[in-house]
């Protein structure tokens, strides 16, 4: 059974050795597009083969590093979290049309599907410290989700993100590209850096956010008894501390004399250099995706993310376009399915999951999506809402016989059960409670529980529940409900609407 991480394991680790992983077999005929899987991770590569093994490999090591450094069990990695790699800074963009042209990658944990995408434009090297960084944000919110200040965030995703495999050892903090920004810009007070909540302001601003954070974590990670004030101040964050007021106490200076100790700190700069023992052998297997992933593949992920309104009708005649290139293809079908089910021909959709289902029963994906779409339709029927609404309840305890692991599937069941009398009955919060656990990246999911929580008067394990997603540096609109139902359930107040059915641009629940 894998343990959970404390808040004071998350900052107080001790060093230990990573796993390994060995060369996989060559790849099968198909598409451009590689695939592989390791215990943590499903690694998607328009890359070469060399390159895929590689990146899995280091992947894996990065797990097992912070799963041992953080005292959690090496034996059960959940599911695996799937990953994107792809040779151009464009191709993400086939992902997030506006991504700016200076990020090489992102970590999207949303209600449609949690994955990260990354690009090797900047080279192997840069690409996999953006994957590492990428990759604790997704360990923390999975293992030690708590209110920490958006500072600690992003630093501690910086400081993990320096690990460097060798042959015999593991270094960490050893070195970042930050310090040259560091010795030749003028740093921001940090009053502004601890106290920001999300990534605004210009390019240089964020830089020195990234850089400012990366150190100060470092120096607090350094020293035990730093180590330790640093545990109380996140614990006093995350109970809803002002991070500004309570940094003094806990890095032991006025804020400012913070740059002058920080500047001598960086100086010396005390890395960690762990011994590596001999790797563990994981025999890899590397397939060929179908030549459908050329053209879908991505865009499938863009669609599970959200398309807004005005991108709809050029998104639907693509993916309508190039679907009818691969006729029976599975992912080319799906991906189809999910734009008409969105915004296009619904009953096109369902027709196409009831095909997909038929092929193979198993399909757990097909089964959820077509539930999904049983209820939108529903929405929009609301004389036909209660049939609708049982017909989908059928196909997600189908589902969950297959895959009662599958979050999105109970999250589904428990918000289809919205505006019955008696909402929401011991059984429905129990499984919202439970695709948190499952996920509790998805801050949706997070806030339909809190809601679920707090008509049944449990205002504590609400405000509880809402605490991760107040200081997440990217979170979006969900900071705001988050806010107002924390806020809520402090004053133990009751909801008095129906939940929100979601952003109109986002994938819908």
Known sequence: MRRSMSRRMF??????APLAIAPGARAQAGGDWLRTETPAFSLYGWVGEKALVQMARDLQDFDGL????????????????????TPRQFDLRRLRPGLALNVLGFYNASVGDVFAAMTIDGGEDQGRRVLFHEYVH?????????????????????????????PDVVELGVTSPRIAWLRGTAWTPFDEILGRKALSGGRSDITAFYAQSWLLTHYMLSDPDRMARLTRYAAAVAGGGDPV????????VPLADLP????????????????????????LTVTRMPASADDLLLENQRLKMGVPSAERPEVLAMVRERAARYPGDRLAEMTLARA??????????????????????????????????????????????????????????????ID???????????????????????????????AVQLAPQVASFRMAAADALMRRDRFDEATVLVEPVLNDPHAGPERIQARQRFEAAKARRRPTETPSEGDKDAPER
């Open 138 to 166: 997704h360990f923390m919110k999975q293992h030690a989700p708590a209110a920490y200040p958006s500072w600690l965030v992003e630093g501690y995703a910086e400081y993990f993100m320096t690990a460097r495999f060798k």
């Open 260 to 283: 002058r100790v920080l500047k001598r700190y960086m100086e010396a700069l005390p890395g960690r250099r762990m011994p590596r023992p001999p790797s563990t052998a994981l025999q």
């Open 11 to 16: 900052v107080t680790g001790v060093a230990a």
């Open 404 to 434: 009662p692991e599958n979050a999105l599937l109970l999250f589904d069941y428990g918000i289809s059960r919205r505006g019955e009398p008696g909402y929401p009955s011991d059984n429905v919060v129990n499984v919202l409670l439970r």
């Open 245 to 252: 007021a309570l940094a003094p106490e806990a890095v032991g």
């Open 66 to 85: 912070l799963r041992v450094l953080h005292g959690i069990d090496t034996g059960t990695a959940g599911r695996p979290l799937p990953i994107y790699l």
């Open 340 to 401: 008409e089910n969105d915004f296009g021909d619904r009953a096109k959709a369902q027709a196409l999951l009831k095909a997909r289902i038929a092929a193979d029963p198993r399909d757990v994906e097909a089964i959820q999506t077509l539930g999904w779409s049983l209820m939108l339709q529903a929405r929009a029927d609301r004389a036909q809402a209660p049939r609708l609404l049982n017909e989908a309840r059928d196909w997600f305890g189908k589902g969950f016989a």
